[in-house]
């Protein structure tokens, strides 16, 4: 029991994102394989298609994702998210024509939205303060050694000699991690706060206790337990009459949600994630051929990962604001620097430019692995109070989805008219969210998630110091 334990319902959960970082860059590979180009014969406006209707059916199950979030808890919507993994990994291998794979990449994206969200919101209920980053952090690191993983399975099957199992065998393996998440869920427990907004006090006790045990403070889960029943009821008392929906009319709850939604955004519209799948087309773009680019991809997401390892170790060490803005400043050169080499290769047709480029894509992916990758999701769960903490975070996914499909539209034919032009667009966004970080986030490392209301004006119900004055207070022994 107690950090041993937590650390391994975090690692569990983490499954659900391994489903999304498999599938976000096994269909990079895919759009490279000759057996599914000769399948369906897609052109550009096709392949944004593959790729937005994925982030469509994720746009479209994050509503649901919120309700089901609050009604049902965490862990039964991250199982509702892996079956429909499952199921979206076998339609997608088994379809020969444009319509079912469509449906299966929109299943496959409403898996995303019942399982990436909800694991974020589970990791950040179950962590200590001084933890809370970095299991939120360790979901997104899974999420990049799960795309690790896709990208070298393209690699290894672009040596076979059948065409069609080069491309089906990959999408079909989804499934896999999605199956494990199915028989982990039941070995991880509820989330002691969804617990307690469901009256279900003496479990929630447990399930800190059994969380938290061995914490430095041994009273540490004890005085976590009765500050969030505190602030619950509070919470309770003076809103007993409110919907979730209110959180986009009170002043101090809309300001919560906009900071979490331009946390989300940020991490869309920094670059990321189009490179990311649409990195076979830059590599086209500077000369090099299929298997190289396979083998490019692969360490592009081994990058990632390793980048996703610092942060691990560095988010609760030198807090989020530094990791916010040293991505943004670190990414927007990094990107400066990716256009002078693609505008070079261009004119010069000279392979130390586009050596060069692919040098520069890789340091972006570890800079952005080791300060953004991970960062958007913990603050976004860290700001948002209990109370709206799941459809807070749903809405904040949601419009971050929409940004995500307007770029995985538009990016195919914008890099076919604009080419290393198409860059600046990210650039210019990065440089829009740094000011509105520096001066309108502030830093939540190492203070619980009831402590952060007094960074927004509100107050902390019940301090630990003021445990000890609880009535009827007792200690539940777990056996």
């Known amino acids: 029991m107690g950090r041993a334990y937590t650390w391994r319902c975090a690692i569990i959960a983490s499954f659900g994102c391994v489903l999304y970082g498999y599938d976000s860059i096994i269909i990079a590979s895919t759009f490279a394989q000759a057996g599914f180009l000769e399948t369906f014969k897609p052109d550009a406006t096709i392949l944004g298609a593959f790729v937005s209707t994925y982030f469509a ?3 479209l199950a994050l509503p649901i994702g919120a309700y089901l979030c609050d009604k049902i808890g965490r862990r039964y919507t991250i199982l509702c998210g892996a079956i429909l993994g499952v199921i979206a990994g076998i339609m997608q291998a088994a379809a020969s024509a444009n319509a079912l794979f469509f449906v299966g990449r929109i299943i496959g994206g ?5 399982s990436l969200v909800p694991v974020s919101i589970y990791q950040a209920e179950i962590a200590p303060p001084e933890l809370r980053g970095a299991m939120v952090a360790l979901q997104l690191t899974s999420l990049c050694a799960a795309g690790a993983l896709g990208a070298w399975v393209g690699y290894a099957t672009n040596f076979s000699s059948n065409i069609s199992f080069a ?11 999605a199956l494990l998440l199915i028989l982990g869920v039941w070995f991880i427990p509820f989330s002691p706060r969804w617990l307690m907004m469901k009256k279900r006090n003496d479990e929630a006790k447990v399930v800190l206790q059994r969380l938290h045990s061995d ?11 009765y500050q969030i029943r505190s602030q619950l009821n509070q919470d309770e008392t ?10 986009f009319t009170d002043k101090k709850e ?17 670059g990321a994630q189009t490179i990311q799948q649409y990195q076979s087309v830059l590599y086209i773009g500077l000369g090099f051929q299929l298997r190289t680019i396979l083998l490019m ?3 592009f997401q081994l990058c990632l990962v390793a980048g996703g390892i610092l942060c691990i170790v560095a988010i609760d060490r030198v807090g989020r604001r530094i990791m916010f803005l040293s991505g943004l400043a670190g990414t927007s050169v990094l990107l400066a620097l990716f256009v002078v080499c693609t505008k070079y290769y261009g004119q010069t047709q000279d392979k130390a430019w586009a050596r060069a480029g692919v040098a520069v894509i890789m340091l972006f992916a570890f800079w952005f692995g080791a300060t953004y990758l991970c960062t958007p999701w913990t603050y976004a769960t860290e700001v948002l109070p209990t109370r709206i903490r799941a459809p807070g975070a749903m809405f904040a996914s949601f419009l971050g989805t929409c940004v995500t499909i307007i770029f995985s539209q538009t990016s195919p034919l914008a890099v076919e ?6 860059a600046f667009i990210f650039i210019g966004c990065n440089i829009a969210c740094f000011p509105v970080v520096y001066f309108y986030f502030p830093e939540t490392k190492n203070l619980t998630l009831e402590e952060v209301n007094v960074l927004f004006g509100e107050r902390v119900e019940l301090s630990y110091d003021d445990v000890s004055k609880v009535e009827g207070r007792e200690i539940i022994e777990v056996k």
């Not at 008219?417 to 198409?422: H, S």
Request: net charge positive; charged share 20%.
């Open 110 to 114: 409403a898996a995303v939205a019942l």
């Open 167 to 177: 491309w089906r065998f990959p999408l079909a393996l989804q499934a896999f991690p």
């Open 254 to 270: 809309r300001k919560r949600l906009l900071i979490a939604v331009l946390a989300i955004v940020s991490g869309q519209s920094i």
């Open 417 to 422: 008219a604009l080419t290393w032009k198409y």
């Open 57 to 59: 059916g994720t746009g």
């Open 238 to 247: 003076e809103q007993s009459h409110r919907k979730w929906h209110q959180m």
């Open 297 to 299: 991809t692969g360490v």
């Open 215 to 225: 914490h430095q403070d041994p009273l540490f889960w004890e005085k976590e337990y």
